[in-house]
């Protein structure tokens, strides 16, 4: 089974694509058919591209603080679509396996799939900006070569961490490991929560 790999290969050409047009408020369809994993995988993406770079954007020291404002409510509300859509990736991991039975000495793992794919998005998007800067011309060598070591280990990383995912499906399947879904609790985002809300 190849799925981290795959998908590693979804989450890089669709950061490729974000920067086609490198524009936070791009519209773009989804090549994906509707409903498939793949197209969950697509979405997810395009969301932490683009808040990659409303990050970037909000710390530029000169902004103005109204815009910075009405900046940090959308990185929070991407932020709570990020969640959803992993919750989603786990619902489809959930009824894929759902007929497995666990072995007797089957163990769980310190994350659920999603979550390792989650970081496997971030980490395609880093190795795209670390190659644009291995790729400048306008830097210093010293700049260039301490990217491009950068950029190796994150190129590492990406074969680390598909290996790893794809041995944690195979365990899964097998039935030597198990999966649990803690929903995510944020309490900051719910009014019956939130001090701050809940006290005006």
């Known amino acids: 089974m190849n799925f981290a790999r795959d998908s590693f290969k979804i989450f890089a050409d669709t950061t490729a694509l974000y920067h086609a047009t490198d524009d936070v408020d791009a519209r773009v369809a989804n090549p994906y058919p509707e409903g498939s994993i793949e197209a969950t995988l697509f979405a997810k ?3 932490d591209a683009v808040q ?9 020291p000169n902004i103005d603080p109204v815009a910075a404002l009405a ?3 959308r990185i929070d509300k991407s932020n709570q679509d990020r969640t959803d859509m992993v919750e989603e990736i786990d619902t489809y991991f959930r009824e894929k396996y759902a007929d497995v039975t666990p072995l007797p000495d ?5 994350e659920s799939p999603a979550w390792a794919l989650d970081r496997l998005s971030i980490l395609a998007l880093k190795i795209y900006h670390m190659a644009r800067e291995v790729e400048r011309t306008d830097a210093t060598p010293e700049h260039i070569a301490k990217c491009q070591a950068k950029l190796d280990i994150l ?3 990406e074969q680390d961490l598909t290996t790893a995912i794809d041995q944690l499906l195979d365990d899964i399947a097998a039935g030597r490991k198990y999966m649990k879904v803690y929903r995510q609790m944020k309490m900051y985002n719910d009014p019956s929560t939130n001090p701050v809300l809940y006290k005006k």
């Open 45 to 47: 993406n395009w969301i």
């Open 52 to 60: 990659w770079h409303l990050e970037d954007i909000i710390r530029d």
């Open 71 to 73: 900046l940090k409510r």
């Open 106 to 110: 089957a163990t769980i793992n310190t």
């Open 155 to 157: 190129l590492q990383q």
